[in-house]
């Protein structure tokens, strides 16, 4: 078993085969974690500041583009 540590780096195949084959955990590095918490944080800051719509993020995607999504 063991754990495989998600990171920025990019997985090739053989680290796929081998994160299966030994079905090894999956866990988010230190790094990662800090990260999507910068994200978060900023994301929160831009809705919380910002009255234009965000794509994807306040609205749908692709033809529903123009859909506001509530705060809800």
């Known amino acids: 078993m063991?754990?495989?540590n998600i990171n920025?780096?990019?997985?090739t195949l053989e680290?796929?085969?081998d994160i299966v084959a030994n079905k090894k955990n999956l866990k988010l590095?230190?790094?990662t974690t800090e990260l999507v918490v910068k994200c978060r944080t900023?994301?929160?800051d831009k809705?919380?500041?910002?009255?234009?719509?965000i794509y994807g993020i306040n609205t749908g995607f692709g033809s529903?583009?123009?859909?506001?999504?509530?705060?809800?």
């Open 29 to 31: 590095s230190k790094e």
């Open 8 to 11: 920025k780096n990019w997985l």
């Open 47 to 53: 809705m919380a500041n910002n009255n234009k719509p």
């Open 15 to 17: 680290k796929i085969d």
């Open 64 to 72: 529903l583009c123009n859909t506001e999504i509530s705060e809800n």
């Open 2 to 4: 063991g754990t495989h």
């Open 42 to 44: 900023y994301l929160d």
